[in-house]
């Protein structure tokens, strides 16, 4: 199993930046992608970044040139810089791993999620 543990939400002003953290910990043989989503109220779970494998990223149209995802061994960031109040959001990190050699053994695993709420 893997362990996603969220880190670096909160409140800040509009304009402001925020920095998330995932630390993914456990029986881990390979990460293959790790990513963040997020969620408000009544609507449904939107991919904001997505790292793939060590060198490839992609961005909502929303958050990019603001959003920038980056990974240190199995921890994965989200710096988010000139937040805007629509930004507001839970957010999840997602990380698919194997456990072993084997291809079964490829799924997703989610953390909390962690709440940033920006004003405006």
């Known amino acids: 199993q893997v362990q996603l543990v969220e880190s670096g939400g909160g409140l800040v002003q509009a304009g402001g930046s925020l920095r998330l953290s995932c630390a993914a910990s456990?029986?881990?043989?390979?990460?293959?992608?790790m990513a963040w989503y997020r969620q408000t109220p009544g609507a449904q779970r939107e991919l904001v970044a997505i790292g793939i494998g060590t060198d490839s990223t992609q961005y909502a149209d929303s958050v990019k040139g603001r959003f920038t995802i980056s990974r240190d061994k199995n921890t994965v960031y989200l710096q988010m810089n000139s937040l805007k109040p629509e930004d507001t959001a839970v957010y999840y990190c997602?990380?698919?791993?194997?456990?072993?050699?084997?291809?079964?053994?490829?799924?997703?695993?989610w953390g909390q999620g962690t709440q940033v709420t920006v004003s405006s």
């Open positions: 997602n990380v698919n791993a194997n456990t072993s050699p084997s291809s079964w053994s490829r799924r997703d695993y």
């Open positions: 456990g029986n881990i043989f390979s990460i293959n992608v």
